[in-house]
């Protein structure tokens, strides 16, 4: 076989790999619950496929292939392990599977599922979305480790422990019933979101991890979004999350610097994205269930008319975020709050709101500091400007962010 | 518990300390320390002068050794240490990253040793 057939078949693996691996994941781990050994199981496959498929060619169902070859993986592991009635049930259960398969390449998409477990409350909340990370989407412990700012070998051990609970706890792969749904569901659009990463508010705070991770979580979003295709919030997390995107060119300068949202020039913005997120909120408002994540969607889109109108109806946005705060009064909120109130009514009010805010809680809360800054300038109260400035300054993790705070701090 | 928070610099790190207030890298050095006392998080540190300052010792055989220069040879040198109380590593961690030599340097994240500190001193 030539360098460039064997390449074209790396490059399918690759791609079935990233397509497949968290129905496959699922499926394995949906009887056993135990998603490291399907894990595991399925990485063996992955490494068969290396070195059979280059020689023989790549198989007509590769999908297929992949489950059939893992399942044999798992079954072994399952009898190495010797151990009694666990494993004898689990047993039982893979063969049956296996009988099935042969009927049918079709297996159920257990994905959403997934989901549910990765989220579920016996499950640490810190550790939803690097399971999610890790078993939806198969990437590895150093990566997530890397956008959670911690050590790869710590990562890896989180979720070793994450997913032995999952095992030994007894956690059930299944749909929530309706009546916990709506606030099981949220801790899944929590987790999909705290992967696009929080900091893409306009005032500062830009996410460094967030943005790689943020095609990642469009894609989760889109998954579920198959998944559960009636459902308002799903919706509306993914139309929040595509009018970020759509600026992500405009957030900064040729030269690197950082150009906060009233700078940024629409022409850059993506109309393909803005246009996709506000197909989602339109669809989302036409189920008559309001929800957090279609609010701050809805937030965006006003900003969004900038492109058309050349002005930004920052009253409209008061409203969405007066809303907001009844069903979600975060410190994010509160500050992007006073932020509007800032420019709707004038810098008194935005700062009076911002002095609502306990002191206590912003601390390290860089966002607080940079509109608190940013509002204190406007009234000309130059000296505690220029100390909320060093406080935003101080906490801020991104260079481009802290040059365009020391600029404006003068 | 506390952390250390080791501070490596690039030569250009340390040689933007001999320019004047305006400068951006003292800017926000400035900045990160009025953000740590008034989180109430910092217990201690200093800067320490450059590595061409440094006099490394070793008694070998008996002998001394001593050598002109920092131990190590590498292009970041210590430049400086924070310690820090905090309630996790997680949370040092986040500290770290905000840090003005993070994004041009490296932080080396640390906890202190009290249990072996209690041993020394008795």
């Known amino acids: ?410 | 518990m506390q952390f250390a928070l080791l501070i490596y610099e690039s030569p250009k790190a340390f040689a933007a300390r001999n320019s004047d207030e305006t400068d951006p890298y003292l800017a926000a050095w400035r900045a990160y320390y009025k953000a740590l006392v008034e989180a109430d998080i910092y217990v201690g540190g200093d800067p320490l002068q450059a590595p061409e300052t440094a006099t490394t010792v070793r008694l070998k055989d008996g002998k001394r050794r001593v050598q002109d220069g920092p131990f190590a040879d590498t292009k970041e040198q210590l430049g400086g240490f924070t310690i820090l109380e905090l309630p996790s590593l997680d949370a040092a961690l986040d500290w770290a990253a905000r840090c003005p030599a993070a994004s041009i340097g490296a932080v080396e994240v640390r906890p202190l040793s009290p249990g072996f500190r209690r041993r020394v001193t008795g």
């Open chain 1, 1 to 410: 076989m030539s360098g460039s057939d064997q390449e074209g078949t790396h490059r399918t693996i690759e791609r079935v790999a990233r397509e497949s691996y968290g129905r496959l994941v699922a499926y394995l781990s949906s009887h056993t619950r135990d998603v490291a050994s399907a894990e595991d199981a399925l990485s063996n496959a992955l490494v068969r496929a290396l070195t059979t498929w280059p020689r023989d060619g790549v198989p007509q169902n590769p999908e297929a292939w992949l489950l059939t070859t893992a399942r044999h993986s798992l079954i072994d592991h399952v009898r190495h392990q010797q151990v009694a009635e666990a494993s004898e049930s689990t047993l039982l259960l893979l063969s049956e599977d296996s009988k099935q398969m042969t009927l049918s390449t079709e297996f159920p998409d257990e994905r959403l599922k997934l989901l549910f477990v990765c989220t579920h409350p016996a499950i640490d909340p810190a550790m939803h979305t690097p399971l999610m990370l890790q078993t939806v989407l198969g990437l590895d412990a150093a990566r997530i480790a890397h956008a959670f700012l911690v050590s790869p070998t710590t990562m890896g051990q989180r979720l070793v422990r994450a997913k032995t609970k999952i095992r030994d706890a007894g956690i059930q792969f299944e749909v929530p019933q309706e009546r916990e749904l709506p606030q099981r569901l949220d801790a899944v659009l929590e987790a999909i979101y705290a992967a696009f990463g929080i900091g893409w508010d306009d005032m500062a705070g830009v996410d460094q991890h967030g943005r790689d991770l943020a095609e990642e979580a469009i894609w989760l979003a889109r998954v579920l979004l198959q998944l559960m295709p009636r459902e308002a919030e799903v919706h509306g997390l993914l139309a929040l999350m595509l009018h970020c995107e759509a600026r992500r060119a405009a957030r900064r300068g040729p030269d690197g610097r950082y150009v906060p949202l009233s700078e940024q020039d629409p022409q850059q913005w993506s109309l393909p994205l803005i246009e996709e997120a506000e197909r989602h909120l339109a669809e989302a408002s036409s189920r008559g269930r309001t929800g957090r994540f279609q609010l701050e969607a809805a937030i965006q889109s006003v900003h969004a008319e900038r492109a058309r109108s050349g002005r930004t109806e920052w009253v409209a946005i008061t409203l969405f975020y007066e809303q907001l705060l009844r069903i979600s009064p975060t410190l994010g909120t509160r500050t992007g709050y006073a932020a509007a109130v800032g420019e709707a009514r004038g810098p008194e009010a935005g700062l009076a709101v911002v002095d609502a805010i306990d002191p206590d809680d912003v601390s390290a809360y860089q966002p607080y500091w940079a509109v608190r800054a940013h509002l204190l300038q406007r009234l000309g109260k130059t000296s505690e400007a220029a100390d909320a400035f060093d406080r935003a300054i101080g906490l801020a993790e991104d260079p481009a962010v802290r040059q365009f705070l020391l600029q404006r701090r003068g």
